[in-house]
């Protein structure tokens, strides 16, 4: 199992200005490239009131109470959305490594597969809280 990570930094193949040294400084360097990707292509701040004006539009109108179980299974969805991005950024034409088509498909399908799973728990509390307004309610 040791040699798989090992075997998958090899094919990376950062830069020569990665400091690869420890996994530590790669990941905050892939961040912050991840970062200037995104301020180099112009995109907007985030808008925070747009965000939920959107997740009320799709039912998001009550309180959500989550259990510590949830809220880690959605913190860790989010780090693994967070590395994908990461690697799918960095390896964006001109970007420091390239990745083969068949490794791209499977972090989209990875990418899709967190977001899901991290709204249908969003979705269940949801659904959990709509029930007890009504219980409360009656």
């Excluded at 420890?22 to 301020?39: K, P």
């Excluded at 995109?43 to 259990?67: E, N, V, Y």
């Excluded at 967190?114 to 979705?123: G, K, S």
Aim: proline share 2%.
């Amino acid at each position: 199992m040791n040699s798989k990570p090992q075997a998958a930094r090899a094919a990376a193949k950062p830069a020569a200005s990665v400091d690869t040294s420890s996994d530590t400084s790669s990941l905050v360097t892939a961040y912050a490239d991840a970062i200037q990707a995104i301020a180099d292509h112009g995109d907007q701040p985030l808008d925070i009131h747009d965000i939920c004006s959107h997740r009320r539009a799709c039912g998001f109108t009550d309180d959500l109470a989550l259990t510590e179980c949830e809220a880690q299974a959605i913190n860790t969805r989010l780090y693994g959305l967070s590395a994908i991005s990461a690697l799918l950024i960095g390896a964006d034409e001109g970007g420091a490594f390239k990745l083969s088509k068949w490794l791209q498909g499977g972090l989209h399908s990875a990418l899709y597969a967190l977001t899901e799973d991290a709204q249908a728990v969003l979705h269940r509390a949801n659904e959990r809280a709509a029930e007890g307004e009504k219980g409360g309610a009656a």
